[in-house]
């Protein structure tokens, strides 16, 4: 789960690390008087998306005055910003970010994410900060710094003196470098992160060191042991299919084909769509039903793949050890009767009941296309979405 800048911000620095003063405002208006709260005469407004690149975007305006936050302010609210990072749709701005505008003297780059060669945290710095990390491991890889993180001892602080160092920190602002990187740690740790970024951490032409920036990923599968950062969840930026599917607690991926996909197990997932693929098909989505799944949920992860608009087939696989046969036949059955199913619809049962299942779909009277091996499955999905898209139309199915 990602979260906006400015609760990145209030999270590490319950963790010591320094950031500026900011306030968040839902309008212009509140912009301006969130601005003359926080005080002083110059201010950075930020639009708050799940996405980086902003800055290049026209998503941080530095404003001196009143007039120049409501302007800049009323150029983001209620529009999608499209960066390098959100692809083309965009991500649409809701909240603005007002932050007292910090005097920059050195930017630097400081990330945190997870190591999975050495299996450790790993700390990647750099002084050449404001460019993304991609481009400063393009032009230039010498900069950048690395470390991991000793688990069972933690990030020490001759660690951390030891990137100060290498990054070119004056004596005076080591102490201030060490608390950042340390705050940093045990957020990631403390709060099963799965990335810290801050891009850029800058030195202040007062010798103070500030996040001016920060993003944070964390592992859905350990939300549960973090309430509160679970509540940090916004939905208006997340792929409205993948929401829904979380909401409905089925693991779902959305892919830019349009062959739906409804399957049980991430292998068996993961095995299906090389096998769409290897027909020359293109999987609209990842969707694993899980084990023992009832009718319900079967209708339910149906419904899900219809709602996208992309979805011209579908292939429902099942290897039932723990499921049955039977439920999944009842589901797609149920599903299809209540949702009035356009395109065509190829189900695959192996395992547990699937006798019973075969006779559900038999005497169903829908026209479902029922295939015995995975390999003829994918063929019949792929073969009857291509008939469909030469005879123009999502009618005509032939079972
Ligand atoms: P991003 O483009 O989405 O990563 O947004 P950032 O928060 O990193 O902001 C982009 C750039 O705006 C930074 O690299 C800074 O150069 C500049 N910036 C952001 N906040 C301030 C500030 O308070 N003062 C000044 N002078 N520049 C700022
Ligand atoms: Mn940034």
Redesign the pocket.
């Known amino acids: 789960m990602d979260i906006h800048?400015y609760q990145a911000k209030e999270v590490l620095a319950n963790f010591g690390v320094a950031v500026?003063d900011g306030a968040l405002a839902y309008s212009p208006e509140q912009a301006t008087y969130r601005a003359r709260e926080l005080g002083g005469d110059r201010w950075?407004v930020?639009a708050q998306i799940h996405a980086?690149?902003?800055?290049?975007a026209g998503?941080?305006k530095?404003c001196d005055s009143d007039v120049e936050i409501q302007e800049a302010t009323e150029g983001m609210f209620g529009q999608k910003m499209v960066?390098h990072q959100t692809g083309p749709e965009g991500k649409g701005i809701y909240r603005v970010y007002v932050?007292a505008?910090?005097?920059?003297n050195r930017?630097i780059y400081l990330g945190f994410v997870l190591d999975r060669s050495s299996q450790r945290v790993m700390i990647v710095a750099s002084a050449e900060?404001?460019m993304e990390i991609e481009e400063i491991s393009a032009e230039k890889p010498d900069s950048i710094v690395r470390a991991t993180v000793e688990p069972a001892v933690g990030l020490r602080e001759f660690q951390c003196r030891q990137i100060a160092f290498k990054l070119g920190i004056e004596t005076g602002m080591i102490q201030q470098m060490v608390r950042t990187l340390q705050g940093c740690y045990r957020a990631f740790t403390e709060l099963d992160a799965t990335m810290v970024e801050i891009?850029?951490l800058v030195v202040t032409t007062d010798n103070r060191v500030i996040a001016?920036?920060a993003k944070m990923t964390f592992d859905d599968n350990a939300l549960f042991r973090h309430p509160h950062v679970a509540e940090l969840r916004d939905k208006s930026q997340e792929d409205p299919r993948e929401s829904r599917a979380a909401d409905r607690g089925l693991n779902y991926v959305g892919l830019d084909g349009n062959i739906g996909c409804i399957v049980n197990g991430a292998g068996l997932a993961m095995a299906t769509m090389d096998t769409i693929k290897l027909a020359r098909g293109e999987p609209a989505n990842f969707l694993d039903i899980g084990g023992g799944a009832t009718p319900e949920r079967v209708a339910k992860a149906f419904r899900l793949v219809l709602s996208d608009t992309n979805v011209q087939a579908i292939l429902v696989n099942i290897f039932a050890g723990i499921n049955r046969c039977d439920w999944v036949a009842e589901g797609v059955v149920q599903a299809m009767k209540d949702v009035g199913v356009e395109v065509p619809v190829i189900v695959r049962l192996a395992g547990t009941n699937v006798e019973a299942g075969q006779k559900i779909l038999a005497q169903s009277g829908l026209p479902i296309i029922r295939a015995a091996t995975l390999n003829e499955a994918a063929e019949r999905v792929v073969g009857a979405w291509r008939n469909d898209l030469s005879q123009g139309t999502k009618m005509g199915v032939a079972s």
């Open positions: 800048e500026p950075v930020k980086g690149g902003r800055g290049k998503g941080v530095v960066t932050e505008a910090v005097p920059i930017e900060g404001g891009n850029p001016l920036d």
